[in-house]
């Protein structure tokens, strides 16, 4: 389930980073099963992957305005 924007930024660097790790392993997991024909929910890749993104606009931008 993609989290919205304004749920992650109430969340610490350290808690979005420990989500990236989390999609990371989902986004292996789900192009393993991509490639192996077992994928049954195509969306879920392009929901992960968009939200890795998110997240780490969110730390770029907290990484800027800290310097």
Request: glycine letters at 2%; aromatic letters at 2%.
């Amino acid at each position: 389930m993609a989290t919205k924007a304004a749920d992650l930024r109430q969340k610490t660097s350290d808690q979005l980073k420990e989500r990236v790790l989390e999609l990371k392993k989902e986004q292996f997991n789900l192009r393993f099963q991509k490639a192996s024909g077992q994928l049954e929910n195509t969306s879920r890749v392009r929901a992960v992957r968009r939200e890795i993104a998110t997240i780490k606009t969110l730390l770029g931008q907290r990484a800027a305005s800290a310097s």
